[in-house]
């Protein structure tokens, strides 16, 4: 983090962090997250985005920013409240409210989950937010088109007998994954981005949020849980369909689809950010969805 922006940033928002800049919190954004305290001594959340992380990192940022201004004070989920900002062309800087304290997923009850299926439920029933392009590049379709065969094969050919079937039908996976109509979703949906207050869940870490597919939010979840040893349980799922009409087997086989296509495309590359016994759950998993979605097309379930 360039110490000049950092400075501009903390005398411009006139708040203190409440550690030292290298000690930071889960972060794969690059964006660097500090606990903060405001000038009259509230506890906050301090998020820099330095523009020497590249233009990429910067619009994503602004969406978040944007988010937090134009969409969060509107949408029907809780946000962390925006306190003050900077965007400035040598990096951006969103003030949050602290808005609660995550829990991993293993410690999420039942009715945790089903909260979570309706709050997503309602951001996605809710009508595109006008005026800014929340349009933005997806990782999971551009793999599906051209998918990184070196990578893929290096980990999966051994341990996933079904692979070369699953490459030659990724397009009938990635249209499984579009079933449903393009919503606004969160687009980085895990539980380290969610933070419990009063009983309520609160959304953070919207810089991926836009149009995009309803699946994507509802499968992120296992994804991210599953190296943990949790399985995201039904309560989401019903929970999400009895608050958004949609239909149940669609959504069903749209969700299979997602999961299983960033398993086989995506997860390659953050394995590395996992530990053995999370990569050896990963792998199980793939298999056992590997197996549903092909007995599902040859129409045994
Ligand atoms: N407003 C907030 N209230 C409470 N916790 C927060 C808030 N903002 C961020 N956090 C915590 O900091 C972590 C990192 O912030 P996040 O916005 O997710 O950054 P990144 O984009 O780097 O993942 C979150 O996972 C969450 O635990
Ligand atoms: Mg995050």
């Known amino acids: 983090m360039p110490h000049a922006f950092m400075t501009m940033v903390l005398d411009t928002l006139r708040v203190t962090t409440d550690q030292k800049p290298e000690a930071r919190l889960e972060s794969r954004s690059g964006a660097n997250v500090h606990a903060a305290r405001t000038s009259d001594g509230h506890a906050a959340y301090l998020k820099v985005t330095p523009a020497t992380l590249g233009a990429p990192a910067i619009a994503a940022a602004r969406r978040e920013l944007r988010f937090y201004a134009e969409v969060a004070p509107v949408a029907p989920v809780r946000a962390p409240r925006l306190l003050d900002y900077l965007d400035a062309e040598s990096g951006v800087a969103v003030l949050l409210e602290a808005a609660g ?12 989950w089903a909260d979570l299926g309706r709050d997503l439920a309602g951001l996605h029933g809710m009508a595109i937010p006008p005026g800014a392009d929340w349009q933005h590049p997806d990782a999971l ?52 981005n969610l933070v419990h207050s009063a009983g309520a869940i609160v959304f953070c870490d919207w810089q ?9 939010d509802l499968a992120f979840l296992s994804v991210r849980a599953t190296p943990t040893g949790t399985t ?12 958004r009409a949609c239909d149940r087997r669609t959504l069903q086989r749209a969700l299979l689809a ?30 056992e969805l590997a197996q549903r979605w092909l007995s599902a097309e040859a129409g045994v379930a």
């Not at 094969?153 to 990635?174: D, I, K, Q």
């Not at 995201?232 to 608050?243: F, I, Q, R, S, W």
């Not at 999961?259 to 199980?284: H, K, Q, S």
């Open 232 to 243: 995201v349980p039904p309560a989401l799922v019903n929970a999400y369909l009895g608050t």
């Open 101 to 112: 304290e995550t829990r991993q997923a293993p410690a999420w009850t039942t009715s945790m």
């Open 208 to 216: 991926a949020a836009g149009i995009g597919r309803p699946a994507s």
């Open 141 to 192: 379709q551009e793999a599906l088109i051209d998918p990184n065969l070196d990578e893929i094969n290096s980990f999966w050919a051994p341990m996933l007998p079904h692979l070369g079937e699953l490459l030659a039908r990724r397009v009938e996976l990635m249209e499984q994954t579009r079933a449903l109509p393009p919503a606004f979703v969160h687009g980085d949906c895990h539980t380290a």
């Open 258 to 287: 997602e999961e299983l296509a960033v398993f086989v495309f995506l997860w390659p590359v953050f394995a590395a950010f996992n530990t053995p016994e999370g990569i050896a759950r990963v792998r199980r998993r793939t298999r």
